[in-house]
């Protein structure tokens, strides 16, 4: 990593509030380069608080912008942070409208040239492709990391139709301990309890909306872009990462929108900007990249950008099995298309008799993390217990073979009950025999007919089920296996149905894997390449050792005698650390999920939040506390959520939320 200091324009930062038409006041952080001329506006927008909890991250990258002539803004989403107003359910109409008039507003601020473009990681990478929906006529060019264009069947809440358990309920319980943080009296002043109290009356679980909406109904169409590619004006610069659970998108933006106006990227990153050098490696100069994109896009200079490859991708060589790896063997590609002239559809057909794959229920203890975010314990381990609960099929590797894109399973399937789950895997297995985790897929069977609906799989029926793995690229090479695995269950990624441990009867006769071949060393392989990683001078925020031994990130318990799994999950994104205004920032979290290996209806999940923000000086001291919890019946998932706030050690407010929501389709 390059710590920049000296750059073309010396820069000035201020913090301000944007008005909205109803008199709501957004907080903004804004850096700008010290010149007369005036120049483009850079917006990154989001809930999770400029001032304390992404300001390490912020100081890397907007001050650099500022220092290669951009104004560069960071702001906070209505109701979130040091902001007005009252928080909304993600990516709201509210929200959004609110973001086009920010964009707005920035185009007609003296120091910006009317040209803004939108960025982001997740949250921001999403909201930037939203508004580019809603084409406001300064927005020209954004950069979405890590997003989303279907909030359905590509985002934290549902995979093929199915519950996502490990983060519909993880991400919930996250933001509702995030929603609770009171504003900072320091940049809020002393309105800060007023607008605390506030929001806390107005608070609701997003796990109620979420549940609420079990197929892909108008609730998630709204705000996914892959209703209208056509409605994005802008020029997108899609990112992604195979580790990351949106790598898809970045695939289905270069198929639909026009090739003049997009361009993408996907390395072999976590769920991270691809310059922090998180694991997996390799990092690559990001900002430099980016700083490529906002020069054509929004100065008119030819910096060769829109010359690249339509997508850039990384194909890693095999590796054995591991939950983190620094960095990755593999090299870049390029693809003149998307879908790519050079990728080829080749069928392996199953072999063997038809096969009964009744999967005990904690398969999928050993599927790491959803999110993966460069911590020691977020990929999968090795395989081979998941595997032997699972149906295998092999596939022998004569020669090397590249894998580029989704591949898709057709599998011939018998079932006795009107619901359950396929879920495939796709593993590379060497010689030794261990098994590394390539990528993967999973069908509700009630929406083997389309996402926007839920139709009972006929007791006793049979049928082909055909459904698309996530996005990957991997070699394969000679005399290693390609194992197609087969599972009814994969807790606790998904929720499992009622009565789904009876299984299903996989019948080979007629079922195949199709992966996407890609023919090796290519012309549009050469030259593609990326400086080294480069980032502004950091915050300086101080993370104090302790002396307490630290708990395991992943920690699986299992009770032999009651046939009990539990998975205890760290998700450490941040602890404590002191920042150079003063603040002291303690963040504790943890998720638990469980369930006894034959009863579908023993899944619970729990995860438990505290959070301190103290600042001495002011003799200012609060804390939230929340803990969220999801079990389900047959009928109906049964959650439970309770929200306990204190100032100075006293309790000013404390609600618990009791609901139960009828299973229609999860």
């Not at 020209?140 to 985002?155: E, H, P, Q």
């Not at 197929?215 to 610069?237: F, M, P, Q």
């Not at 390029?334 to 050079?342: I, R």
């Not at 804390?623 to 439970?640: D, H, K």
């Amino acid at each position: 990593m390059h710590i920049r200091t000296s750059f073309p324009y010396e820069t000035t930062h201020e913090d301000l509030r944007i008005p909205l038409p109803d008199g709501t006041q957004l907080y903004a952080r804004v850096w700008r380069p010290l010149t007369q001329e005036p120049v483009p506006a850079l917006l990154e927008y989001l809930p999770y608080r400029l001032t304390d909890w992404t300001a390490p991250r912020d100081f890397q990258r907007h001050p650099w912008y500022a220092g290669h002539g951009y104004a560069s803004v960071r702001v906070d989403v209505r109701g979130h942070g040091n902001s007005g107003g009252l928080p909304t359910d993600e990516y709201s109409a509210t929200e959004l409208a609110d973001g086009v008039e920010v964009v707005n507003w920035l185009a007609a601020q003296p120091w910006c040239d009317g040209k803004v473009g939108m960025f982001g990681i997740s949250w921001g990478g999403f909201n930037s492709l939203q508004i580019a929906a809603l084409a406001p006529e300064p927005l020209k060019a954004v950069v979405t990391v890590c997003s989303t264009d279907d909030r359905y069947d590509n985002d934290v809440h549902y995979m093929g139709g199915s519950v996502l358990a490990v983060d519909m309920h993880a991400w919930a319980a996250t933001m509702l301990a995030f929603v609770s943080r009171p504003p900072d009296p320091q940049y809020a002043g002393l309105a800060w309890r007023d607008m605390w109290l506030k929001r806390l009356e107005h608070i609701d679980p997003f796990i109620h909306t979420w549940l609420d909406h079990q197929t892909r109904d108008a609730y998630w169409r709204h705000g996914s872009v892959c209703e209208d590619y056509g409605a994005i004006d802008a020029a997108v610069l899609a990112v992604g990462g195979w580790h990351d659970p949106y790598r898809d998108t970045v695939l289905r933006l270069v198929e639909h929108l026009p090739p003049d106006r997009v361009r993408g990227l996907v390395g072999p990153w976590s769920h991270q900007y691809p310059d922090r050098g998180l694991p997996p490696g390799p990092a690559i100069g990001f900002l430099q990249e980016t700083l490529r994109w906002w020069d054509q896009h929004l100065k008119g200079v030819d910096t060769g950008v829109m010359r690249e490859p339509l997508l850039r991708s990384w194909i890693s060589d095999s590796h054995r099995p591991a939950t983190v790896y620094d960095t990755l063997p593999g090299r870049w590609v390029g693809e003149p298309a998307w879908p790519s002239p050079h990728v080829t559809t080749v069928s392996y057909g199953l072999q063997g008799a038809p096969v009964l794959v009744r999967s005990p229920q904690h398969t999928g203890v050993d599927a790491g993390r959803f999110f993966p975010f460069g911590n020691d314990a977020d990929l999968p381990p090795d395989q081979r217990e998941e595997d032997a609960r699972s149906a295998c099929f092999e596939f022998a590797v004569g020669e090397e073979t590249w894998v580029l894109g989704r591949p898709r399973v057709r599998l011939r399937v018998t079932c006795e009950v009107p619901r359950g789950q396929v879920i495939a895997r796709l593993c590379d297995v060497a010689p030794d025999g261990s098994s590394t985790l390539v990528t993967r897929g999973v069908l509700n069977l009630s929406a083997r007919h389309g996402r926007d609906r839920a139709v009972p799989w006929e007791p006793g029926a049979s049928g082909e089920v055909v459904f698309e793995l996530n996005g990957i690229g991997h070699v394969f090479p000679p005399g290693h296996r390609i194992r197609l695995a087969v599972s009814s269950a994969y807790w606790p990624w998904i929720w499992p149905q009622p009565e789904s441990e009876a299984g299903f009867t996989l019948d080979p006769a007629g079922s195949f894997l199709e992966l996407p071949v890609r023919t090796h060393d290519v012309d549009s392989d050469t030259g593609i390449g990326f400086g080294e990683p480069e980032q502004s001078e950091p915050l300086g925020v101080n993370y104090p050792a302790t002396l307490d031994e630290p708990r395991p990130e992943r920690l699986v318990v299992r009770d032999v005698a009651k046939g009990e799994w539990r998975l205890e999950v760290d998700p450490r994104y941040g602890g404590t650390r002191f920042y150079p205004d003063g603040l002291e920032f303690t963040e504790d979290a943890l998720e638990t999920y469980t369930i006894q290996e034959s009863d579908p209806l023993s899944a619970r999940a729990r995860s438990v939040w505290s959070i301190r923000l103290h600042r001495p000086e002011l003799g200012w001291d609060t804390t939230v506390r929340t803990r969220s919890e999801i079990t389900c019946e047959a009928t109906a998932f049964l959650t439970s959520n309770e929200v306990i706030c204190s100032e100075g050690g006293e309790v000013v407010f404390h609600r618990t939320w009791e609901k139960r929501i009828p299973r229609s389709a999860g």
